[in-house]
Structures are given as structure tokens and as C-alpha cells.
């Protein structure tokens, strides 16, 4: 098959099984309302006439079945149960499972689940003849249908075809023109309503007009690959005997469509972790005072340079006790070794490789090297056992323009975008570190009656080792500057040698060799047509103050 022809028909394909997911969405909500089997039937019939005109036979068979089984429902009066929406649903993952084989082969499975075949056949001629069907599965006639579980379902969502090669060729040619108009600009400013000012302006214009254009095309909304995802809670918790309701926000923001195709297999993979091992039973959650249905909650955002989507879920959180008795029992660590481990280093064994997963499962470490290899970040943000956990993705905003600061250490400049940038002081160096103190390890600064840490960035990029900042006390009346940021409501301070410039900057991404260095996030260019990294002043937060303990600070300052 051509390549044209093979897209057209996952095209197709893809379309039609979004399509049929919203209506089983519909029926399993609302079994009386058999008018949605009429499009449920069209969907089918779809699938039949593409799988002929494209000689997909597996793929015809099971089509096939699934029309002949629908027509007969919408044409009798036999009662929609559960059991028989379970099996359309079991019927859908089967198709899915075949366009999924193709999308990656170009070709079907050798093998297909023949006895789903069977058994709508077994149902259609029991209908006829009015006996009672009972659902079985289709591995096991002895195991209880319900409690399959959901790792054997092939889960996966819509991919996006763009013209990814020339949209990011065009975003090649577009971001230098970008950036020389912002020189231009800053240079026709210096003589305002001069002919130079006036065409800087309309030049602005077009190219900004330009760029937004090209960037739109280049990007999807989240809720592109999350509009059926509360079908997917929905089918996993039912086999899990559990009760979970599923809540996006945000899923109108934007986020390059490269990054969406792979991150939709890794949020499916955290929602599963959720569903299957972090919300408890409902007669548990009962008992804990908890609303017997579970809750997870996806939110995302843009903040500065970055992306970031925060899933949370009620349930039962992370216990370091038991991570560190399953690492003795995985032969991962030795008891005398696990049990040296803080909780915080216990809980951070689930994103290893060989802790979390199973033959038919990848685990978190997997999760984690996908959204690393898109240059984003994946971690636990908040573990509270009995309460839940609250798991965060950053990923950079790839070609997004963004206000920052350009700071410098030695020679060096780094750029800090100003979403996060509180307020920037300058002190003389020695009267700076002597009215530093130290808690919990940490040194802090007194800011507008707030005791909060202090981080030196010439340490961190190792420039300077402890004695040469100590020696600074000694550079009597020289000047630094201190960056208090904000990062998720917490404040600490940035010391760098000068802040020289604010402007607006593209964000580019990071190559393959510093890509997964945590400092950074992204790379811009300078005015001086100069490469600058961009600080993830985030996750140094996260990496250097995450054995701070917060609230004894936070006690501290309020004494």
C-alpha cells in the first residue's frame, strides 16, 4: 500500500474511532437511549467498507461482527445490560488493536482475539433464540470477567498528523528573521517617530503575524489527545471494582504536536498507576472517611518558558515502607541498604528501572525516559500517605517568545524568564553574606520579614566551590545581584554576579548533549547573536532545596 493510501486510512480509521468512543460513552451512561446505536452502527459499517477497500480482512472480521451485533440490537427489543455494552467495549480495544498494528507496521497482527469473534456470534444466536447470555472471558472460562486487568486492555489515543518537516523548516527561517527584528527594533527605539521607528513597527507586525501563524500549525491543544480520557478512567476503574471520576483543566492550552504524540501514552500510563494502585476500594475509602469515589485531577498550564501538567489523585498515596520491602523482595537493594534510605530517597526507587511495571505494563521509569527524551521532566511533586500523590510534567514551550532577564556569572550569561522573577535586588557582596544565616543546613536571607534560602549559582554551575563564596566576604564593596523568584507559591534567592538585560527571548530546544542536564530547560539567542541557555529555576529549587524542610522555616520566621 502507498504511503498516501496507508495515511488516508488511519486518518480515517483514527476519526471514526473517536467518533465511536463518544457513543459508547453515551450508551454506557445511558443504556435506555438506543438512538446512539444508530451511529454506533455507522461507525461499524465504516470500519467494514474501509477494511475492504483497503483488503484488511482481520480487521473486516471483526468489523463486521460488531455491525451484524449492533444492527440486531437497535432492530429487537433485547435489553442493552452491562454485559453486553462490556463486550462492544472489549470488541472496540480489538479493533484498536489491529489500526494500532498497522499505524506501526503498515501491516495487520498475525494474531487477532478470534474467540471475541465466537463469542458475539454465541450472543447474536442466543438473542435469536431468547436464551440468557453470560459474559466469560475470552482467555480464562473460569476467571471473573471484572477482574481482567486493565494492563491487558491496549489503551492508547488518536494520533496527530501535521507536516511536522516543513512547519519546523518554516519555524527555522521564521525565528532568525524574528530575532533580527527585535535588534532592529531595539535600535530604531532609541529615535522614536523617525522613519526607521515607523517601519520597525510595521515590520513587527508582519513578522509577528507571520510567526503566530506558523507556531499555530505547529501546536494542538491538550484537550486534542484528553477529550476521551474520562472514557478510559472510566473502563479501567470498572474492572478495578473501583469508583473514580476524572477532572481536566486546561485542556485548551497549547503544546507542540511532536510532544503530544508521545506524551499521550505517558499520561496514560500515570492515570493507569493511579486508577490501579493509588485509589483504594470503595468500602476502604469508606471506612478512611473518604468519599467512596476516588478522584484524579489533571491540570495544566503555561508559565513561563515551560508547560507544566500536575495530575493528583486522593487515594492512597506513596508509603516509603512498603517501596523499601518490595525493593528487598525485587533483589534491587539488601535489607541492610533499604533500610538506610531516607523516605524521600525510598519513594524516588519508583521511577528505576525494574521497580514499577510487568510483562505487559511498562512502569514509571519508562514514563520518565519518553518525557526526558522530549526534554521534559517527570517527578513526584507532593506524597502525602493516605492522602495521595501528586505527580508533575514540565516540558519546555518549545519556539514560544517569553519576557526574561539575562543574568551573568563570570563570563558566562544565562537567561531566567520573568514569570518567575519576584524582584531583583543589589547589595555589596560582604555586607550580603554576613547577614546570611544558616538553618537546616541551608543558608537564608531575611527578605521583607521572610527568612528564605539562598542559592549561589556560581556553585551550582561550578564555577566556585564553598571557600571561594566565603571568600567573597573578604571582596569588600563589590556588587551582586539577588534574584528572589517564586516558584509554586515558595520563595528563594538566586545569587549571580549582574543582571545586564530584560528582554524577550524564543525558546529552542536543548541538544541531545545537555538535554537532560536539569539546570536547563531550553536555549535562546542573544541580541549579540550569541547562544544562552535558559535556567529551569524550578527544578533547581526541586534538586538543591528539596531536603529543606519548609514548614520549620516557615515556623521560624513566624516566631
Do not use: W
Not at 139 to 152: A, G, Q, V
Not at 210 to 221: I, P, R
Not at 396 to 416: A, C, M, Q, R, T
Amino acid at each position: 500500500m502507498e504511503k498516501d493510501q496507508l495515511k488516508l486510512f488511519l486518518d480515517e480509521s483514527y476519526e471514526t474511532l473517536n467518533s465511536l468512543d463518544k457513543q459508547l460513552i453515551l450508551l454506557g451512561k445511558n443504556s435506555d437511549q438506543r438512538e446512539y446505536l444508530d451511529t454506533i452502527h455507522a461507525n461499524f459499517k465504516t470500519f467494514l467498507d474501509s477494511a475492504k477497500l483497503f483488503g484488511f480482512n482481520k480487521l473486516g472480521s471483526m468489523t463486521h461482527i460488531g455491525e451484524r451485533l449492533v444492527d440486531h440490537l437497535r432492530n429487537s427489543e433485547y435489553d442493552l445490560t452491562q454485559e453486553i455494552i462490556t463486550i462492544i467495549l472489549k470488541l472496540n480495544f480489538s479493533i484498536r488493536d489491529i489500526i494500532f498494528a498497522i499505524d506501526e507496521t503498515g501491516k495487520e497482527p498475525q494474531l487477532i482475539n478470534s474467540s471475541m469473534v465466537s463469542d458475539i456470534e454465541e450472543l447474536i444466536n442466543k438473542q435469536e433464540s431468547g436464551e440468557e447470555f453470560i459474559v466469560a472471558s475470552s482467555d480464562d472460562e473460569d476467571e471473573d470477567p471484572k477482574r481482567i486487568s486493565s494492563t491487558d486492555i491496549p489503551i492508547a489515543l488518536t494520533p496527530i498528523f501535521t507536516e511536522n518537516e516543513t512547519m519546523d523548516s518554516l519555524m527555522n527561517t521564521i525565528i532568525p528573521l524574528l530575532q533580527t527584528q527585535i535588534q532592529i527594533k531595539e535600535i530604531a527605539s532609541t529615535d522614536k517617530f523617525s522613519p526607521l521607528d515607523t517601519h520597525s513597527r510595521k515590520l513587527e507586525l508582519l513578522v509577528r503575524d507571520l510567526y503566530t501563524k506558523v507556531h499555530g500549525a505547529k501546536t494542538k491543544t491538550l484537550g486534542t489527545l484528553l477529550h476521551n480520557f474520562d472514557k478510559v478512567v472510566s473502563d479501567i476503574a470498572q474492572m478495578q471494582d473501583k469508583q473514580v471520576s476524572f477532572i481536566i483543566e486546561g485542556g485548551e492550552k497549547e503544546l507542540d504536536t511532536r510532544m503530544l504524540d508521545i506524551l499521550r501514552n505517558c499520561l496514560i500510563h500515570i492515570i493507569k498507576n493511579s486508577v490501579e494502585h493509588g485509589i483504594e476500594m470503595p468500602e476502604i475509602r469508606t471506612e478512611l472517611g473518604k468519599s467512596s469515589m476516588g478522584e484524579i485531577h489533571l491540570k495544566a498550564f503555561h508559565h513561563g518558558e515551560l508547560f507544566y501538567i500536575k495530575i493528583k489523585d486522593d487515594g492512597a498515596g506513596i508509603e516509603p515502607t512498603r517501596v523499601k520491602r518490595k525493593l528487598i523482595e525485587k533483589n534491587l537493594l539488601l535489607t541492610e541498604e533499604a533500610e538506610r534510605l531516607t523516605d524521600q530517597e525510598a519513594i524516588d526507587f519508583i521511577f528505576q528501572h525494574g521497580f514499577s511495571g510487568s510483562k505487559s505494563s511498562a512502569g514509571l521509569d519508562v514514563v520518565r525516559t519518553n518525557i526526558e527524551q522530549i526534554s521534559g521532566k517527570f517527578y513526584i511533586f507532593k506524597n502525602t500517605p493516605n492522602k495521595g500523590v501528586e505527580f508533575h510534567i514540565t516540558l519546555p514551550l518549545i519556539d514560544e517568545i517569553v519576557p526574561s532577564v539575562v543574568v551573568s556569572v563570570g563570563v558566562e550569561k544565562y537567561i531566567i524568564t520573568r514569570a518567575n522573577l519576584y524582584e531583583i535586588m543589589q547589595l555589596e557582596s560582604d555586607t550580603f553574606i554576613n547577614t546570611l544565616e544558616v538553618i537546616n543546613g541551608f543558608p537564608t536571607y531575611k527578605h521583607r520579614g521572610d527568612l528564605i534560602p539562598i542559592i549561589f549559582l556560581s556553585q551550582i554551575l561550578k564555577y566556585e566551590d564553598d571557600k571561594e563564596v566565603a571568600d567573597r566576604q573578604k571582596d569588600a564593596g563589590k556588587k551582586i545581584s539577588i534574584l528572589i523568584l517564586e516558584v509554586n507559591q515558595f520563595k528563594y534567592g538566586l545569587v549571580a554576579d549582574l543582571v545586564e538585560d530584560m528582554n524577550e527571548v524564543v525558546v529552542r530546544p536543548l541538544n541531545y548533549e545537555i538535554k537532560n542536564v536539569y539546570l536547563f530547560s531550553g536555549l535562546t539567542i542573544l541580541k549579540d547573536e550569541s547562544p544562552a541557555l535558559i535556567l529551569d529555576v524550578g527544578e533547581i529549587m526541586r534538586v538543591h532545596l528539596k531536603n529543606l524542610d519548609l514548614t520549620n522555616v516557615t515556623e521560624e520566621v513566624m516566631e
